[in-house]
């Protein structure tokens, strides 16, 4: 990750976000942090735990970060649910 002076603590680059429930993993976000954005590049999860709705979860954590990372940089007023493909039944969540 990159930092800048006036950049959020944990700088600009790519980052996975993990998910947990009971110990054990769920969910994986991949998000991009940029000077002006939080960008949603991809959610992967475990199909057992597809009633979650965790895509739409994860939007919700990732709107949530975003705000916290506002506090940090003033730059930064931007959150992009990335990509939206309508026959890819997975990001049916966007």
């Keep these: 990750a990159e930092t ?3 950049g959020p603590d944990c ?3 790519s980052f996975h976000q993990q ?5 054990h993993i769920v ?5 991009d942090i940029l000077p002006n ?3 949603s590049v991809y959610l992967y999860y475990h199909p ?10 994860s939007a919700l954590r990732e709107i949530a970060f975003t705000r916290q990372l506002q506090k940090q940089s ?13 026959s890819c039944p997975k990001m049916r969540y966007k």
């Design 4 to 6: 800048a002076p006036d």
């Design 27 to 31: 969910a994986v976000g991949v998000i």
């Design 37 to 39: 954005c939080v960008s």
């Design 74 to 86: 003033t730059k930064l007023c931007f959150y992009y649910l990335g990509f939206y493909i309508h």
């Design 48 to 57: 057992d735990f597809a009633r979650l709705s965790l895509g739409s979860y």
């Design 19 to 23: 998910y947990w429930l009971d110990g």
């Design 11 to 13: 700088g600009y680059g």
